[in-house]
């Protein structure tokens, strides 16, 4: 993570027309769509984190390069030892307003 702030920054510093963000939210994670993989929360608070950065690229649109990890505040380490599921996804593509 601190890798990836650094790129962040790096990556946005003299370029004023990059627009960079950062957003975090706690919930619930859960696998609806399937019976074969459900979600290994153990009981945690869900944690949703994304940084990004985006461009005008249009009148009503804007390029976006994002990092976003899934996962539960309070299970596995540091806190404990047990199992959770966890995602990470690095993406670019278009936000349009």
Avoid at 20 to 34: D, E, L, R
Avoid at 51 to 78: D, F, K, M, T, W
């Amino acid at each position: 993570m601190r890798n990836l702030l650094l790129a962040l920054a790096l990556t946005t510093a003299g370029c004023s027309s990059l627009e960079p963000y950062a957003v975090a939210t706690v919930g619930k994670n859960y696998s609806w769509g399937s019976r074969e993989y459900h979600w290994q929360d153990q009981g945690g608070v869900a944690f949703a984190g994304e940084l990004g950065v985006e461009v005008a690229s249009g009148r009503r649109s804007r390029a976006v390069c994002r990092y976003i990890h899934i996962s539960q505040v309070n299970v596995g380490p540091p806190f404990n030892d047990d199992s959770e599921s966890s995602v990470d996804h690095l993406g670019c593509g278009v936000s349009f307003r």
